[in-house]
C-alpha cells in the first residue's frame, strides 16, 4: 500500500484596507510596502493604501 500524503498549505489573504478575506484567484491588485506585500480587493483599496500606506500598517 502506497500513501502520498501530501499536506496541503493554505493562507488566508486579508484586505489590508476593508478587511475583506480574499479568493486568491480574484485579487485586484498588489503593493509592495517595506519589504511585505498587500492584496486587495479593488482598486479603490489599493488606492487608499497607497496614498497612506503608514496608516494600514504599524
Known sequence: MNNNNQSIKYTKVFDIVCGMELDPAKIKGAVEYKRETYY???DSCRKHFV????RYTV
Request: aromatic share 14%; proline share 14%; glycine share 0%.
Open 40 to 42: 486587495f480587493c479593488s
Open 51 to 54: 496614498e497612506k500606506p503608514e
